[in-house]
Nanobody, 123 residues
């Protein structure tokens, strides 16, 4: 069982930056593929970024967002730069199991989810 708790969301102006963090419980954090998804009001939850040895990003955030992990601290981060109003959403952290080197980009591939953190970007 893995429990995930996101933090770092908030209100920021367009062009600004935020850094999201996800703290995970459990001794086997390093064995999990980790990802970030987001859900805007009235829309489906969509993939943002993933890390599992390698990284992968949604096209809409590539070059602006960076995912990283610290296995010693059981945390995964999402550095978000050059934020746009369309980045406004609830951001979710997720953990799943996969062969190392294979980032997971689909929601159903993940087994555990955090409660989400709100990111609001004003124009």
């Amino acid at each position: 069982q893995v429990q995930l708790v996101e933090s770092g969301g908030g209100l920021v102006q367009a062009g600004g930056s935020l850094r999201l963090s996800c703290a995970a419980s459990g001794r086997t954090f390093s064995t999990y593929a980790m990802g970030w998804f987001r859900q805007a009001p009235g829309k489906d939850r969509v993939f943002v970024a993933a890390i599992n040895g390698n990284t992968d990003y949604a096209g809409s955030v590539k070059g602006r967002f960076t995912i990283s992990r610290d296995n010693a601290k059981n945390t995964v981060h999402l550095q978000m730069d050059s934020l746009k109003p369309e980045d406004t959403a609830v951001y979710y952290c997720a953990a799943g199991q996969a062969d190392i080197g294979l980032p997971l980009v689909k929601g159903h591939e993940y087994d555990y989810w955090g409660q989400g953190t709100q990111v609001t970007v004003s124009s």
